[in-house]
C-alpha cells in the first residue's frame, strides 16, 4: 500500500534553472494538490486537478510555475528560470475525492543556490 | 480571502498536562476545519476535522463560530504526542480542498 511519492527528495540546482518536480498519487486518488512551504511558514496551495476539469491554477505564484497531470495519474510541477525565493519544500497531497481528506507525500526540499 | 493563524510556533507542556493548541482563522463563509500533525521523520498525516466530531489519540477541537476559532486541545498530554501541528481551513463546508494552512506550533511534550 504504497502512498503519495515524490521524487526527487532533494533538488539543488542553479538559480535560473529549471526544474521539475514529480508526484505519483495514491492508485484511485481522483484528486491532486500541489502546496509550498518555505522556511518557517505554514502550507501554500499551489494548484489543484480534480479528474479530467480544468485545474485549479489560482495558487500560482508567478508564470514560472506550471503543472500538469498525465493521463489522471501522475503530475509534474515545473519551475522556470528559478530564483532563490523559490527555494522551499514541495508537497504534494492526494484524495479519493475532495470531500475526502488529502493525504500528503514526503516532499521535495528545493533548494535555489 | 481566508486567513488561518497559529498564535504559537512553540509550545512545551509537561507528561499529564492538559494542553491546547490554538488556531483562529477569518473567513465570512462556513468553512470546514482541519488539523493536521507531523511527526519527527514522517510526513503530514490528518489529525482530525471538523465535520468528523471525532477524538482521535486523545485530542479534539471545537469550532467556535462567534470567536472563529478551532482550537485543539487533550486533557493529559503524552509524550508522544511531540510534533509539529498545523490547523487548516477549506472555504467549503463538507469539502477538503484547496486548504489553507497554519503556519504551526511545534508542541513538545517534557518527561
Known amino acids: 500500500g504504497a502512498g503519495v511519492s515524490q521524487s526527487p527528495s532533494n533538488k539543488v540546482t542553479e538559480k535560473g534553472k529549471d526544474v521539475e518536480l514529480r508526484c505519483d498519487p495514491i492508485?484511485?486518488?481522483?484528486?491532486l494538490y500541489w502546496y509550498r512551504q518555505s522556511l518557517g511558514q505554514g502550507l501554500e496551495f499551489l494548484i489543484y486537478?480534480?479528474?479530467?476539469?480544468?485545474?485549479?491554477k489560482s495558487g500560482l505564484p508567478s508564470d514560472r510555475f506550471s503543472a500538469e497531470r498525465t493521463g489522471g495519474s501522475v503530475s509534474t510541477l515545473t519551475i522556470q528560470r528559478t530564483q532563490q525565493e523559490d527555494s522551499a519544500v514541495y508537497l504534494c497531497?492526494?484524495?479519493?475525492?475532495?470531500?475526502?481528506?488529502?493525504?500528503f507525500g514526503d516532499g521535495t526540499r528545493l533548494s535555489i543556490l | 480571502a481566508q486567513r488561518v493563524t497559529q498564535p504559537e510556533k512553540l509550545l512545551s507542556v509537561f507528561k499529564g498536562a492538559p494542553v491546547e493548541l490554538k488556531c483562529n482563522y477569518s473567513?465570512?463563509?462556513?468553512?470546514?476545519l482541519f488539523w493536521y500533525v507531523q511527526y519527527s521523520r514522517q510526513r503530514l498525516q490528518l489529525l482530525l476535522r471538523h465535520i468528523s466530531r471525532e477524538s482521535i489519540k486523545g485530542f479534539t477541537a471545537d469550532l467556535n463560530k462567534g470567536e472563529t476559532s478551532f482550537h485543539l486541545k487533550k486533557p493529559f498530554a503524552q509524550e508522544e504526542d511531540s510534533a509539529m501541528y498545523y490547523c487548516?481551513?477549506?472555504?467549503?463546508?463538507?469539502?477538503?480542498?484547496?486548504?489553507?494552512f497554519g503556519s504551526g506550533t511545534q508542541l513538545t511534550v517534557l518527561p
Open positions: 497531497a492526494s484524495s479519493p475525492r475532495t470531500d475526502q481528506p488529502q493525504h
Open positions: 492508485s484511485g486518488h481522483t484528486a
Open positions: 473567513y465570512s463563509g462556513s468553512p470546514e
Open positions: 486537478f480534480q479528474g479530467n476539469s480544468a485545474p485549479d
Open positions: 487548516a481551513l477549506c472555504p467549503q463546508w463538507g469539502s477538503a480542498r484547496q486548504l489553507t
